[in-house]
């Protein structure tokens, strides 16, 4: 028997999650089946790692074909379900004899999605009881469509670092996890099963693991790390593992902690706490099955700050019983607390299998996204405009972006893949149509904005190109230092290329950027610092891109113009004068996500 794991990581064209690309649930599934003789360490197998995080749809499910798995398991969470839901079904097309299954947060029998899904099984809730229940029937050829076990014994569960299954590697977080399930769950979500918490040795003995095989971070994955018992001991304990101090993240409520809590947090190398407000509301958070004692929320967060513990707070928009006003209450209790710059908002989600769910009318959600992330729409209490206007409000409030700028990028290759093509090169376009495979999963194209034709040809290619890779992010960057693309040509290459249902566009869907496309991101590109300060008042539909020239990059007027208005600014770090790179580099102090970097050639080949 042969098994494959395959983890896929949440579309992100600038990969800044990475280092949490971790397949720890498949790898907690193979430690507890190793631990109980069902499963032999050489039975299975990851995805390869360039492959899971850079690879196109169709360059994975290529690798998928070759291993040769009597079984692949996909781990399916909101970012990546349909993603993996449109591979299974690709696959069975070229492996009919394999088993497929999901498990993962959205491995569920009441997900819409996976309603006509063409996995053989699903495992619900925790993987590793399930896990081997399916491991027992898969011997026999007899798989089943559903399992769900019992909630596990975590204090006997083998921690997969500790047990092998999972290593420690120095561009990877290394994921700690002391307990498990929830004591209170709220109505959005999940229960997790009951709280349990691990033997209180193993979590030292991970950190002192890490510590010695050079791992870069740890991340506390508790989802109530408050309900670890003698939370203050747990933390001295974790100050004494973690003696090369590598830093620690976690979600914590501030309730929780005291002063010597902090203390010994800080003591352990806890560098941020996430911390899940969600509402200073009552009402609201009664009607959840949540309490919040804000001075206690206050003195613990006071108490990580003064030592330089960040903190975190996340907000949600959208709960039964807030409204516009009660929303700005908790905008408001973060301002006088001096943590609005740290906070974080979205709109409530409203996933399968949560008691919100199942009586969605009864608490007043009148309308949500039926696919992931599941974001509310309206409530009894909110309009649609309203939970935009609160997002608008809470980035003014607070000098924010709700969204992080999407850059397009110009390294020919991503691990291997295709991540880089220039259009305007006769045949590339027609490259990219014979080799799918061979293409990353975020893309950048490089067209001429005074080339109708040219464009007008990429279009066409769009169909051909979505129907391998229908999950591809696209970065499309139009050139021209002599005038800024016709509205026609950036209206038909970005309809030609939107997928509007894709998970990156839907988390965005509040956003308030003119340009509505994310997953389909267009740039105009131009060395005219005439051009882009005009571009940048005229053209909302893209976003505008300076390339600077390594020599004199404009009038002087011109440019300091440009520095003021703070366009993306294409950059060749290597050819650059310091003294003009410096000069960049300080007027976008408060806006690093705005430098890309790119050989200068690139936009002088003809």
Known sequence: MKLLFVKLPAPDPDKLETAGFVPYRAACAAAWAESRGFLARDQWSF?????????????????????????????????????????????????PRTVFAAHGSEALAANPLLRSSP????????????????????????????????????????????????????????????????????????????????????????????????????????????????????????????????????SLSPESVNDDIARFMMDASVIAVDAPLHTV??????????????????????????????VKPKLLVGL?????????????????????????????????????FDRSAEFGIKEFLMKPPYHVMETDLLAESDIADAIAAFEESFDVAWAEPIAPHFAVEDKGYVA??????????????????????????????????????????????????PFTMYQIVLHSDTGIPGENIVARLQSAFLQPDHYYDLSRIMSLDPQKSFQTRLFFATKSAPLAIEALSRAQDLETAFILE????????????????????????????????????????DYPDLIVEAPSGIFTRS
């Open 47 to 95: 995805l390869d790692d360039d492959t899971a995080t850079s690879g196109s749809d169709a360059a994975v499910v290529d690798a998928v074909t070759g291993a040769e798995a009597d079984a692949v398991l996909f781990d399916c969470d909101g970012s990546t379900v349909e993603r993996c839901t449109w591979m299974a079904r690709k696959l069975r097309q070229r492996l």
């Open 281 to 310: 509301t009552a009402h609201a958070l009664e009607l959840c099955g949540g309490s919040l004692d804000r001075v206690a929320f206050e003195t613990g967060a006071q108490a990580l700050g003064a030592l330089g513990i960040r």
């Open 119 to 250: 996995f053989d099984s699903l495992i619900e809730g925790e993987t590793e009881g399930g896990f081997v229940d399916f491991l027992s029937d898969l011997a026999g050829r007899s798989p089943k469509p559903r399992y769900r076990s019992a909630p596990i014994d975590f204090s006997t569960a083998p921690d997969p670092y500790l047990a092998g299954t999972l290593p420690v590697r120095m561009d990877r977080t290394v994921f700690v996890e002391a307990s498990r399930g929830r004591r209170r769950p709220r109505i959005y979500e999940r229960s997790d099963g009951p709280f349990r918490s691990r033997a209180p040795e193993t979590t030292p003995m991970v950190v002192r693991l890490a510590n010695k095989l050079n791992g870069v971070d740890l991340r506390l994955v508790d989802r109530d790390s408050g309900g670890i018992p003698e939370l203050a001991s747990f933390w001295r304990s974790m100050a004494g593992a973690n003696d090369v101090g590598l830093p620690i993240s976690l």
């Open 320 to 356: 039964p019983g807030d409204d516009y006003e009660t929303v700005i209450d908790s905008f408001d209790f973060l301002g006088m607390i001096g943590l609005g710059q740290d906070s974080r908002v979205e709109p409530l989600s409203v996933r399968p299998g949560t008691a919100i």
């Open 420 to 469: 880089f093509a220039d259009l305007r090169v006769d045949g590339a376009i027609d490259r990219l149509l014979m080799e799918p495979s061979r293409l990353s999963d975020s893309l950048t194209l490089l067209l001429p904005a005074d080339d109708p034709e040219r464009c007008a040809r990429a279009a066409r290619a769009a169909p051909e190109l979505r129907r391998e890779n």
């Open 550 to 589: 390594p020599g004199a990059p404009a009038s002087e007027r011109a440019f300091a113009k440009v520095l003021e208005s703070v366009p993306f600014m294409i950059v060749d770090r290597d050819r650059t004068p310091f003294e003009l790179l410096y000069r960049v580099m300080t007027a976008y102090r």
